[in-house]
């Protein structure tokens, strides 16, 4: 297996490349056994709400600064919309700064929030633990910062008063195991991994502990894929494995579904052709769901409920305002293929569960 590394988290991921050779594979009828379980439930997501029941009612007029890492993520950009419906629904307001993609405006988007004296600031997509300093700061002043995708696990920890996404390793497991599933324990697997977050990271290891578990698939390669990679490389670093691989290359396996768009792009009209399945471990996004709904190379995605988790960043915020605990909630991994796309949202092309979490936030709001 090749093993081709960037900076930052990449070390990481080597490290962990490590540790997981030196697991036990399981007998493949047991392991597919196991990944068809894991699969099957996270499709059969739940249609009742499984978070929290109590809490303080809500503050009135409440301000929340939002720092994203870079809007130009789909994802990114949707959850600061969404949280800009739920706070106007509510009564609050909420100011978006944008860092553009580059770590050095982080520090300068802290300074510019913190002198706003808001009630939150919400950090989005980036290691908690490089701006320390900065959250620090924040903390000191009593301002509660919530991660959005900031650190390794969810719940607080790092400066954060708390961290929310869903289990970025488990969402890498799951589209791991679906190749698995699909395949019947076969793949011939090329992992287009990502280092550019913690979170991305642990999807990676997710990913990559998976398809190693399974003896009877092939891990053919694992390439580190930047952000800011521009879509003739990816296309070219495809086309490569492609070329290098032939019939042994059987799905590709991303952290993100932007690395599909690229692929399915017109410059990629004839990558692929048919040859590969493509699985993506997030976000779900509408170009994902077109996709999987018309069958057009990716076949799934674990999408993030990116809704939900806005109404949650509230909740939480107003939870830190009341000087109470957060509400230790983490909703389960879901996986998206053509069988179950109908639901949850679906037919929207997005992850919007069907669990009643607005009625219930409200109702603990008293609202």
Known sequence: MKLTTLRGFAALLILFNVFVSAFAQEDPAVFLGKANARVAHAMAFKKYW??????????EGKFIVFIGADLS????????????????????????????????????????????????????????????????????????????????????????????????????????MLGVVESKAKAGVLILSNADSVYLANKSMGLIESIKQCQTCSLLEVQQVAATEKPEQIVARVAAAEKQFGARLTYVLATNDRIFDVLTSPAAATLGDGKFQAIAAGFGSPSAYTRIRSRKMQIGTVPEPLEMQAWQIVDETNRAAAGQKPSGYVAESYVVTSENIAYHGGERNTFDPGNGYQEAYKKIWGR
């Open 73 to 176: 993520d789909p994802s990114e950009a949707k959850i600061a919309a969404a949280l800009k419906d739920v706070t106007a629904s509510i009564g609050w307001s909420i100011q978006v700064l944008d860092c553009y993609g580059v770590p050095g405006r982080r520090a300068e988007s802290f300074s510019r929030a913190i002198a706003l004296k808001p009630a939150a600031i919400v950090f989005a997509d980036a290691d908690a633990k490089s701006e320390a300093k900065q959250i620090g700061i924040a903390n000191d002043k009593k301002i509660p910062v919530i991660g959005w995708h900031a650190a390794l696990t969810n719940g607080p920890g790092d400066g954060l008063y708390t961290n929310i996404g869903t289990d970025p390793k488990e969402s890498g497991q799951l589209a791991a």
């Open 50 to 59: 499984d978070g929290p029941t109590a809490g303080p009612k809500l503050a």
